[in-house]
């Protein structure tokens, strides 16, 4: 359930109706909503109750500063992947101890950074890795609590660009190797070893691969334990997916996965964390665009729209459905007609849907991209000197914009043109 409804035949993001806020910053634009990013978090803080708990926004998902400080304000962690999104976490207020680092490839300076501002645990991926944490951290006189992430080679049934679960996937260290590597973890200076690590991929719509990899990871918390570790926590990554049609049959409710998760460390006495991103910010964005032109072409129509493949890549990346709704509600009983649905950026590949059955636009109709409040604007680039789109974001009847357009000005002069030139 989002909070994108129409009203009086009008979309409306909560109490806003939306042609009122392409009026105000122009097409396209980025809307999202503070009802639902809150009723997202919560159905996982609910799922979770009566375990020890931390939900942290996967803040790859959605880093901007409004949003994550829409979470913090609930109590949210943040799961980081860069310095960036580290210094972003910060800059939202989310303290140290609420912040987790993973990624396969940490430098040097983003682990510095984030021994000194403070750091709930470092998810490591590997031993070269795990030799250099510890050489930082020692070099700093400090401890860095740390998980290992295992590759627990489950089959995600994702996408493959977003499954890491395999053992053909770049991500973690194979489970099969986890005791040898929890001992060098252990001999190491610098060092806590706290608990395990597991992400198995993204848009995951059934259960049964989590149980899976969570049942081999109850287990190996049983071995590691046996072993002499303490291990404490469980970090059982993101990945939940999220309903991208009407049409499509519902993944599983996070209720549903928050019980899996109870039935899988029950008896262990640990502290659990997810890392779920999608599922928190997808459906509390949309993007709005407007019809440039409508093209007749052989045998099928385009409808040229003003956003493009810069601004909302996942069509053209991962092959990636998202639904399309008119702003103004079409009357009952208008037909329907099929458009090639694309973008104005000089690629084939900058098509959002083919044979997408619409009712009628024309030229200057607004259309809504539903779950786009996921890996959209995080993904955006300037290619083709697009400027990045707005970001707004709606609460009740208060609209913000929470990053403006880029001005030509602003982009052009970022570049430096030598004086030697
Ligand atoms: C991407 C990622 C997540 C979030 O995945 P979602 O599918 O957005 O929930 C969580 N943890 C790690 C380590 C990730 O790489």
Known sequence: ????????????????????IAAQVGTPFYVYSTATLTRHYQLFKDALDGVPNMVCFAMKANSNQAVLKVLAGLGAGMDVVSGGEYARAKAAGVPGERIVFSGVGKTRAEMRAALEGGIRQFNIESEPEMGVLSEVASSMGATAPVTIRVNPD??????????TGKSDNKFGIPISRAKEVYALAASLPGLEVIGIDVHIGSQLVDLEPFEQAYAKVAELTRM???EGHDIRRLDLGGGLGIPYTRSNEAPPLPTDYGALIKRCVAGLDVEVEIEPGRLIAGNAGLLVSSVIYLKNGEGRDFLILDAAMNDLIRPSMYGAYHDIDPVVEPAPGAGRQPYDVVGPVCESGDTFAKG?????????????????????????SEYNTRPLIPEVLVKGDHVAVIRPRPTFDEIINRDIVPEWL
């Open 356 to 380: 997408r059955e619409l009712p009628p636009l024309v030229s200057g109709d607004l259309v809504a991209f539903r779950s786009a409040g996921a890996y959209g604007a995080v993904m955006s």
């Open 1 to 20: 359930m989002d909070h994108f409804l129409y009203r009086n035949g009008i979309l409306h993001a909560e109490d806003v109706p939306l042609p009122e």
């Open 154 to 163: 489950v089959d995600a049934r994702t996408h493959e660009k977003i499954a």
């Open 224 to 226: 590691l334990r046996a």
